[in-house]
């Protein structure tokens, strides 16, 4: 007798509406058991699951890649690691070490940013609050401030006047309609209401500020790539006005972010891989609507202005996974299958929107079945995954969830579940630990608990 085939258990699959389709099949399993070559399994067993594991290679190649796009179709271009997306310093420092200035939107931000060791003049400052004191220092420090209303524009006069200090540079934020994507108006000055050229005529009256430059952001997760060619049409065009009705020269026009990464958004049919511009389909209609916008500039003999961009996701996203473990199975009531994983919305805050992919640590046996995912927080909104094919799950098996890298650090919440470790797999193979897991230590060092409530059960009191 041959060999026998190993005994898989019978399933049947109920048909329902919205399922798979002539459109659709199942996709071939793929496994993930290493990153960069080292094994994700020795991993856990060191450091624990769940567990974040950072490519330090993917983060350098992928910031390269952007700049490189942008670099040879435009003479000088700026890259500004957006802190909000990831401020772990081993991923801030890796971004700065290739070159990346620090953009943040906060005073903690900025105090991180200089804590890192960045200095001032390497630091985008946003935001639509800037606390005064650290406003200040950045005045002092000589960092690129965007001024997003005229309280703030007040407060940094105010600022340059108590150092004596006259023409500091400072830059706006504008916004606008550019007809694909949703005007993310409560930010900066609009331009078609006629705020922005009053912002601009109000620093031009100043002799303690000087205008340099233009910042927008559009959206996030921009897929349209229509919308960045009007931005940069509506930024040229403002630029040009502004120079020519106050004589002050914009040194650099601030596109932002909002370049999407290859994750899934829940309700979008077709793959990231078919839905998502590359770094070079966004430089080249970002560069090319600029060059026809500032043609008549260059014919004047003027330079051009230093191209700026805040792109986070899309260099950090698919540079990090969340490894998590099976604690438990069960049957719905509708007949599908459910798995409970000791990672979910706190630790997976993107999980909201995205249908992350999903790959076991090896090869698994069974037929697939539909099934959902479910952290194990005491929260019905705690979904993983709503829906996604998967073999029959063990206890204990580890499965990569990815990408992981954009929000989930810097918007994860310390809720039910202790935070879990983050390392880095360095781009010579080493992991190094960049974020220790929270203990109840953690959680208690800010704690106070008065004297006089102290003790939980006073003595004397009734069983």
Known sequence: ?????????????????????????????????????????????????????VSAKTLRENVRRLKRAFATRWPRVRHGWSYKTNYLGAVCNVLHQEGSWAEVVSG???????????????????????????????????????????????????GARKLGRESVPVGIRLNFDTGY????S??????????????????????WLKLTGLHSHIGTFVLELRAYAAQAKIMAAFMDATERETGCTIEYLDIGGGFASRNALQGVYLPPEQMVPSFEQYAEVITDTLLEAT???????????????????????????LVTSVVGNKRLPDGRRAAILDAGVNLLFTAYWYNHEVRPLRPLEGIAEETVL???????????RASVMLPPLNIGEPLAIRPAGAYNNTQWQQFIQYRPAIVMV?????????????QLETINALERVPESISQPFPQGLPE
């Open 181 to 184: 994507t949703d005007a993310w």
């Open 186 to 207: 409560r930010f900066g000055f609009n331009i078609e209401s006629g705020a922005a050229r009053d912002a601009v005529q109000r620093i031009a009256a100043s002799k």
């Open 426 to 438: 360095t781009a010579e193979g080493r992991v190094e630990l960049i974020r220790a897991a929270e």
């Open 295 to 321: 043609r008549g500039r260059v014919a004047s003999g003027k330079p051009l202005p230093v191209l700026v961009l805040e792109t986070g996701r899309a260099v950090v996203d698919d540079a990090e996974i």
């Open 374 to 384: 479910y952290g194990p927080l005491c929260m019905n909104i705690d979904v993983v």
């Open 108 to 158: 903690f931000e900025y105090q991180k940013a200089r804590a890192l060791g960045v200095p001032g003049s390497r630091i985008l400052f946003n935001g639509p609050w800037k606390p005064n004191e650290v406003l200040q220092q950045a005045i002092e420090e000589g960092a690129t401030i965007h001024i997003d209303h005229l309280d703030e524009l007040y407060a940094i006069e105010n």
């Open 1 to 53: 007798m041959g060999d026998r085939l190993p005994w898989t258990k019978p399933v049947l699959t109920p048909h329902r509406m919205g399922g798979l389709n002539k459109f659709g099949d199942l996709r071939t399993q793929v496994h993930q058991s290493d990153i960069d070559g080292v094994e994700i399994a020795p991993l856990l067993e060191q450091y624990g699951s769940p567990l974040f594991i």
